[in-house]
C-alpha cells in the first residue's frame, strides 16, 4: 500500500513538472521573455560585433547583473544565419536576435526574422591600419610612466574594466584594455549612446531639416496634451511622459527593449504623466523617440546617416549603431565602438563639434547640449549628458561628484552598466572608461579623472 502510494505521488509530481514545463514553452511570463530576448540580444551583439566567445558572454555579460533567471538561461548561436536564440533551461522564453549589415543586431521578439533583416546599412568599411598620429592613424605612443601607473591601479580603474582611454589636448596619452580586450574590441557604450544621439539631431539642425523647438512631433499626440512636446523637451528628459526606467524588472525600459519589435511605436504610446517641460524624468523611450524623429527628417537612407554625417568624417570605423526590429535606431542604448573611436567622438565635442576644419554640429549645438536642464539644473542637460558622473551607490540626495576635486565644466557620458566619458573642456581632457561594472560594486570612475587631472599640466 506504502509503495502504491508512493509511487502515486512520484506519478504526480512528475506530471506537476511536466506541466510546468509546457506552460513555461507555451506560455512564459514576461519576466521570463525580457530575460531571453536580453541574452539573445547581448550574445548576438557581442558575438557578431565584437568577435566575442558566446559561452564567455553568457557567463561574464548575461549574468552580471546576478538575476537568478539569467544564471538559468542557456544559448544557441547559428553563425551562418546570423542568429541567437536564448531561453530558460534554452527552451523557455523564445529570446532571439538576428544580426544584420550596417545596423547591428536586433531583438526579434515577434520571431518575424525576414522582416528585422529587411533594415540593413552599408557594411562598415575593411579596418585595415591607418598610419600617422592619432587621430587621424592609428599610431598612439607610449603613455608616461605616471598616467600608465594610474590606468593598471586596479582600484582607480574599477572591476570588470575593458578599456580605459584618456585623451589630452588632442591627442591619446594614454590607454590600457582588461584581458580578452584590445583596441580593436568595438564596446557596448549603452546610455552614453544617448549623447551620440543628440549630436545626430545636431547634424540635422545644421542642415536646416530640424528645429527642435517644434511641437506636434507625432500625428497621434496630434488629439491630446503631447502635442505640446517639443525635441526640446525629449532632449532634456522634461517630456513629462510615463516611463519606468526600472531594469530590474519587467518595467517600460525593459519591455520595449526586448518586448516590443517597434520600440518607438511603444514608446509613442505612453501617457503624459506631468506637465509638459516641468519635471525631470529619465526615460529610454525618449531618445528612442529622438531617434525616429530625426530618422524621419534624414535625406536619403535614414539608416545610413549616422555613418555618412558623424561616423566616417571622424573616422569612427568600429562604430555600430544598431536599430531595431523595425528600423528605428535604439537612440538610448545601442552604439558598440572602440574605446579609441569613443574617444575621437569625445574629441568632437572638446572641438565644438568642429573636425579637421568642418563644422559637424552647428555654432552652440555643443554648448546647448552641457547647458543644464530647467527641469533638473544639477542633474542633467538639455541635450542628453549628465551634470554629474555614475552614481554608484550614492544616495539619491547627493551629488555623486562631492568630495571629488573636478573642474566646473565638468559634464559626463554614463553607460548603465558604469560606462562612462568624463568631459572636461577647460582642460581639454576627456577620460573613456568602457567594461562591465555594474552600480552594484560601487565603483566610482570620479576617483580616476581626479587623479589624471592632478598628474596631466
Avoid at 511603444?266 to 531617434?291: D, E, I, M
Avoid at 565635442?349 to 547647458?371: C, N, S, T, Y
Avoid at 539644473?377 to 552614481?391: D, F, I, K, T, V
Wanted: overall charge positive; proline content about 7%.
Amino acid at each position: 500500500m506504502k509503495n502504491t502510494l508512493a509511487r502515486r505521488a512520484w506519478w504526480s509530481l512528475a506530471l506537476l513538472l511536466v506541466a510546468a514545463l509546457l506552460w513555461l514553452w507555451a506560455a512564459p511570463p514576461n519576466l521570463i521573455r525580457v530575460g531571453a530576448g536580453y541574452a539573445a540580444k547581448i550574445v548576438c551583439s557581442s558575438v557578431f560585433i565584437s568577435g566575442r566567445d558566446p559561452h564567455q558572454v553568457l557567463q561574464d555579460d548575461v549574468q552580471s547583473p546576478g538575476h537568478p533567471l539569467l544564471r538559468l538561461m542557456r544559448v544557441s548561436v547559428d553563425r551562418e544565419q546570423r542568429t541567437v536564440r536564448a531561453g530558460l533551461f534554452g527552451f523557455a522564453g523564445d529570446g532571439l536576435a538576428v544580426a544584420r549589415d550596417g545596423t547591428g543586431c536586433a531583438t526579434v521578439p515577434d520571431g518575424d526574422l525576414a522582416r528585422a533583416r529587411a533594415h540593413t546599412a552599408p557594411a562598415l568599411p575593411p579596418a585595415a591600419p591607418r598610419p600617422g598620429r592619432w587621430p587621424e592613424g592609428d599610431e598612439v605612443g607610449e603613455a608616461a610612466p605616471t598616467l600608465a601607473a594610474l590606468l593598471a591601479d586596479p582600484a582607480l580603474a574599477g572591476p570588470g574594466m575593458r578599456a580605459l582611454v584618456v585623451l589630452h589636448r588632442g591627442r591619446i596619452v594614454a590607454e590600457r584594455y582588461g584581458e580578452g580586450f584590445d583596441a580593436a574590441t568595438p564596446l557596448l557604450g549603452w546610455s552614453m549612446t544617448k549623447t551620440v544621439t543628440a549630436a545626430l539631431i545636431g547634424t540635422l539642425v545644421r542642415d536646416g531639416r530640424i528645429d527642435v523647438e517644434r511641437d506636434a512631433l507625432f500625428p497621434a499626440w496630434a488629439g491630446d496634451e503631447r502635442r505640446r512636446i517639443a525635441m526640446a523637451n525629449l532632449l532634456s528628459m522634461s517630456s513629462g511622459l510615463s516611463f519606468n526606467e526600472d531594469y530590474g524588472s519587467v518595467t517600460d525600459v525593459t519591455r520595449m527593449l526586448y518586448l516590443e519589435p517597434d520600440m518607438a511605436a511603444f514608446a509613442r504610446q505612453q501617457p503624459l504623466a506631468q506637465p509638459v517641460g516641468t519635471f525631470f524624468n529619465y526615460s529610454s523611450g525618449s531618445s528612442v523617440l529622438l531617434a525616429r524623429l530625426w530618422q524621419d527628417a534624414a535625406p536619403g537612407a535614414a539608416l545610413a546617416w549616422p555613418r555618412q554625417a558623424l561616423f566616417d568624417p571622424l573616422g569612427m570605423r568600429s562604430a555600430v549603431m544598431e536599430a531595431d526590429a523595425r528600423g528605428t535606431f535604439v537612440g538610448s542604448s545601442y552604439l558598440y565602438a572602440t574605446g579609441r573611436d569613443w574617444a575621437r567622438f569625445a574629441l568632437c565635442l572638446l572641438q565644438d563639434g568642429k573636425w579637421q576644419g568642418r563644422a559637424l554640429l552647428p555654432a552652440g549645438w555643443v554648448a546647448r547640449m552641457r547647458m543644464p536642464s530647467k527641469a533638473a539644473p544639477q542633474a542633467y542637460s538639455e541635450g542628453q549628458m549628465w551634470l554629474h558622473g555614475p552614481r554608484a551607490g550614492t544616495p539619491s540626495v547627493q551629488n555623486p561628484d562631492a568630495g571629488f576635486q573636478l573642474p566646473a565644466d565638468t559634464v559626463w557620458m554614463n553607460g548603465h552598466d558604469g560606462q562612462a566619458i568624463a568631459l572636461v573642456p577647460s582642460r581639454q581632457l576627456a577620460v573613456v572608461q568602457l567594461g562591465l561594472t555594474p552600480a552594484k560594486l560601487q565603483h566610482r570612475p570620479q576617483r580616476l579623472v581626479e587623479a589624471l587631472l592632478r598628474a596631466l599640466p
